[in-house]
């Protein structure tokens, strides 16, 4: 996988994960933000729920606020609405790290009038609680620009019930 990341902050951090791996899940505690600094502003922590599995966002981080134009740290996935993710295949991926105890990555784009505007790629890391269960996840974030048009991203909101 970290072949195949445009990104060398979703590489940094996918090599940090891999060297608290160690074989297993690294665990929550085992992340020191001194050793990530400059990759915190783009990253999320995030508690998975049991089923029907819900995100919910912990701490995201001021970069990815700046970016998507709301603020959502304490809200669950489910309460959101981005336009460049489909929030189904958002909660899938959560679930697919959850289980395979595996990194995934994915791409998504936001396009406008069939013109390609931005990239957002994104890594997905599982950890693990005290009792070893999957049931957190640090995400991180990365941003390319497409085209050469300048353009505002519509900003994410909070879904009405």
Not at 25 to 39: Q, S
Not at 137 to 151: K, M
Request: glycine letters at 8%; charged letters at 25%.
């Amino acid at each position: 996988m970290p072949a195949s990341l445009r990104s060398v902050r979703l590489r940094a951090f996918h090599e940090y994960w891999l060297g608290l791996a160690n074989g297993d899940v690294p665990a929550r505690g085992d992340i020191d933000p001194v050793m990530i600094k400059p990759l915190l502003p783009y990253m999320m922590m995030v508690d998975l729920t049991e089923e029907p599995m819900r995100v919910l966002y912990r701490l995201v981080g001021t970069e990815v606020v700046s970016f998507t134009g709301l603020e959502f740290t304490g809200h669950y996935l489910d309460e959101l609405d981005f336009d460049e993710f489909d929030l189904g295949n958002l909660t899938d991926a959560y679930r697919a790290v959850r289980d395979a105890r595996l990194p995934g990555a994915g791409l998504a784009q936001y396009r406008e009038n069939g013109l390609l505007l931005i990239e957002t790629e994104y890594l997905i890391c599982p950890l693990r609680s005290g009792s070893g269960k999957i049931d957190k996840c640090a995400a991180i974030e990365d941003y390319f620009l497409g085209g050469t048009s300048v353009f505002h991203l519509p900003p994410a909101r909070f879904r009405r019930s």
